[in-house]
């Protein structure tokens, strides 16, 4: 439970996104797990070091990205986010498998003693980058609990980034977040349109009224648009903590430094 008590706090939680590099396998893949786990740990030490309150791994380099890809992914992630479990054993530790390979997220998280996953298409229905992504609550959660992961908790996307919802065009962002909410999530978190891209902050005040669970940030977080986000429970950050602020480069020390002294003087 360590992410929700931290986000139980009056401020709001800085995550870092850890991605590794392309996994065995996919078409990217250049180099040996070894050396893709010791990028992820140098990677989650960079950003423990500078203050950071929790980090997700994530293989976003493994485009393009396969609904449920095969096993070896599964395999190399568990290995990745022990290793960064090692690394960080004081951090909370999440992992997210796109695309929407949220029952083996959940099975990593458990092997590898992480504390929460990010899942796509929790609830409803979408038509993403690879193809029609269907509602997985009612399989994912009663997977969690024949596995005994009911320690894992789940935050879920909603109406998600690089993803088209015409198919929900009549169900507001505040309906879908209550959606999550009713089928159990832990927490929402609120996208811009794609990666890098801010989100909405008069979603971010509707969702927040609509529902109890934590709300969280997961796109387009900056230095300069970060009072945008202070009332959500934590802001995920990825593409600005990299070199030059584009997610396919390596985490930038400074930026995650000057980031994190900066919101901690605004939580002052």
């Not at 083996?104 to 409803?124: K, N, P, S, T, Y």
């Not at 789940?154 to 009549?170: G, M, P, R, W």
């Not at 990825?238 to 002294?261: C, I, L, T």
Request: proline share 5%; glycine share 6%; charged share 20%.
């Amino acid at each position: 439970m360590a992410l929700l008590r931290l986000l139980g706090r009056p401020r709001s939680a800085v995550v870092g996104m850890v991605h590794a590099a392309a996994l065995p396998g996919t078409p990217r893949s250049s180099l040996p797990l070894t050396q893709i786990v010791d990028q992820a740990c140098q990677e989650a030490e960079t950003y423990r070091d500078a203050g950071v309150d929790g980090l997700i791994i994530e293989n976003m380099h493994d485009l393009p990205y396969t609904v449920c890809p095969g096993p070896e992914i599964t395999a190399a992630m568990t290995v990745v986010s022990a290793a960064v479990k090692r690394t960080c054993p004081c951090l909370p530790l999440g992992v997210q498998i796109l695309c929407a390979a949220n029952q083996q997220a959940i099975a990593v998280a458990l092997a590898a003693d992480l504390d929460f996953i990010r899942a796509e298409g929790f609830v409803f229905s979408h038509v993403a980058d690879e193809g029609i992504i269907n509602a997985c609550a009612g399989n994912l959660l009663r997977y969690r609990k024949q596995i005994g992961a009911e320690n894992i908790q789940i935050f879920a996307d909603i109406k998600k980034k690089h993803s088209a919802h015409a198919l929900t065009a009549d169900v507001s962002v505040a309906e879908t977040a209550r959606a999550a909410e009713l089928f159990l999530a832990d927490g929402v978190i609120l996208t811009g349109t794609a990666t890098a891209m801010p989100a909405d902050p008069k979603e971010l005040k509707e969702v927040k009224h609509a529902v109890k669970i934590p709300v969280l940030i997961g796109s387009g977080v900056t230095l300069e648009n970060v009072r945008n986000y202070l009332d959500a429970n934590a802001v995920i950050i990825g593409s600005y903590f990299k070199k030059e602020g584009y997610w396919a480069n390596g985490v930038d020390p400074d930026r995650v430094k000057k980031f994190m002294d900066h919101i901690r003087k605004l939580r002052e």
